[in-house]
């Protein structure tokens, strides 16, 4: 967490963005960190940013925890708000940090059953923040998530920083749960057409809206709606034109009609498709 709370500290300068035009047909933000927006972004309040979304037309949201402490507080909080399900799981990167790693799984093993935990995430394998001394624990955690997924029927949310073919590699090895997300989707569109080819969900974050990438855009392109979800990681990732200032889930609109205008669809397609998705893959909130 610190690593991530440190760099959502430094949008504190910045003013968060006004909002966008509301959406008319109501979507959700499948990948969402409001505890780290209240404690080191724009620090609001988890109820404020949940009313900040809905005023725009996005009145779902899934948080999603990395370590021990945001696994359980996005559970307790999934418990009261009606508007949040939680997913649970160490980060990658926070894996090879563990002196007890396999006690760590255990908690996130007994966390998953909770009825409005729906996703065991954001777990996966990154190649660019962890060097090769820590493979082997990333490894054994993303292996030790996959077997959770699947015990528990819910939906495996993938991390994968530059870490494409490990990241297939390893769930063609243990076998795939049958639900698996990929996390702000960073490839091209040969590998979008694999995921895609293996019933795999691609979510989309405000990435898809840099002007430096046309392959997220080509990516989408060749995504069908059934297996598309879209996402803020908010504090990170904000969308264009506010990139660099604190992301939320009230920005998703933004990066709905990017993936509109990437997909030739209508904005209200994309969002009717999107939370049909959503439901699938999650449930009903």
Same mark, same amino acid.
């Given at each position: 967490?610190?690593?991530?709370?440190?760099?959502? %500290?430094?949008?504190?300068?910045?003013?968060?963005?006004?909002?966008?035009?509301?959406?008319?047909?109501?979507?959700?933000?499948?990948?969402?960190?409001?505890?780290?927006?209240?404690?080191?972004?724009?620090?609001?309040?988890?109820?404020?940013?949940?009313?900040?979304?809905?005023?725009?037309?996005?009145?779902?949201?899934?948080?999603?925890?990395?370590?021990?402490?945001?696994? $359980?507080?996005?559970? %307790?909080?999934?418990?009261?708000?009606?508007?949040?399900?939680?997913?649970?799981?160490?980060?990658?990167?926070? %894996?090879?940090?563990? *002196?007890?790693?396999?006690?760590?799984?255990?908690?996130?093993?007994?966390?998953?059953?909770?009825?409005?935990?729906?996703?065991?995430?954001?777990?996966?394998?990154?190649?660019?923040?962890? !060097?090769?001394?820590?493979?082997?624990?990333?490894?054994?955690?993303?292996?030790?998530?996959?077997?959770?997924?699947?015990?528990?029927?819910?939906?495996?949310?993938?991390?994968?920083?530059?870490?494409?073919?490990?990241?297939?590699?390893?769930?063609?090895?243990?076998? %795939?749960?049958?639900?698996?997300?990929?996390?702000?989707?960073?490839?091209?569109?040969?590998?979008?057409?694999?995921?895609?080819?293996?019933?795999?969900?691609?979510?989309?974050? !405000?990435?898809?809206?840099? !002007?430096?990438?046309?392959?997220?855009?080509?990516?989408?392109?060749?995504?069908?709606?059934?297996?598309?979800?879209? $996402?803020?990681?908010?504090?990170?990732? *904000?969308?264009?034109?506010?990139?660099?200032?604190?992301?939320?889930?009230?920005?998703?609109?933004?990066?709905?009609?990017?993936?509109?205008?990437?997909?030739?669809?209508?904005?209200?397609?994309?969002?009717?498709?999107?939370?049909?998705? !959503?439901?699938?893959?999650?449930?009903?909130?």
């Amino acid at each position: 967490m610190t690593n991530r709370s440190s760099r959502a %500290a430094l949008r504190r300068e910045r003013p968060a963005p006004p909002a966008p035009e509301p959406l008319a047909v109501p979507v959700l933000d499948s990948h969402v960190h409001l505890d780290i927006v209240g404690s080191s972004g724009a620090g609001w309040p988890v109820a404020q940013q949940i009313e900040a979304a809905r005023a725009v037309g996005v009145d779902r949201l899934v948080q999603v925890g990395v370590d021990l402490d945001s696994s $359980e507080w996005g559970a %307790a909080l999934a418990r009261t708000e009606p508007a949040v399900l939680a997913t649970v799981a160490l980060h990658p990167n926070e %894996a090879p940090r563990l *002196t007890d790693l396999d006690g760590a799984l255990a908690r996130i093993d007994a966390l998953a059953d909770q009825e409005r935990v729906r996703g065991v995430g954001e777990t996966g394998m990154d190649t660019f923040r962890t !060097g090769e001394d820590g493979r082997k624990a990333q490894e054994h955690s993303f292996r030790g998530h996959i077997e959770i997924a699947k015990r528990t029927g819910k939906a495996l949310v993938i991390h994968d920083r530059e870490a494409h073919a490990e990241v297939l590699r390893i769930l063609d090895d243990a076998g %795939a749960p049958d639900t698996v997300v990929l996390h702000c989707f960073s490839g091209d569109a040969d590998f979008a057409a694999e995921c895609v080819r293996r019933g795999y969900v691609l979510s989309f974050a !405000g990435t898809v809206t840099f !002007g430096n990438a046309p392959q997220l855009r080509a990516a989408a392109a060749l995504t069908p709606l059934t297996q598309m979800l879209v $996402e803020t990681d908010a504090p990170y990732l *904000t969308p264009m034109p506010h990139r660099g200032a604190p992301n939320g889930s009230y920005l998703i609109p933004l990066t709905i009609r990017q993936l509109a205008a990437a997909t030739g669809k209508e904005v209200d397609e994309v969002c009717a498709g999107i939370s049909a998705t !959503g439901e699938r893959v999650f449930g009903p909130w």
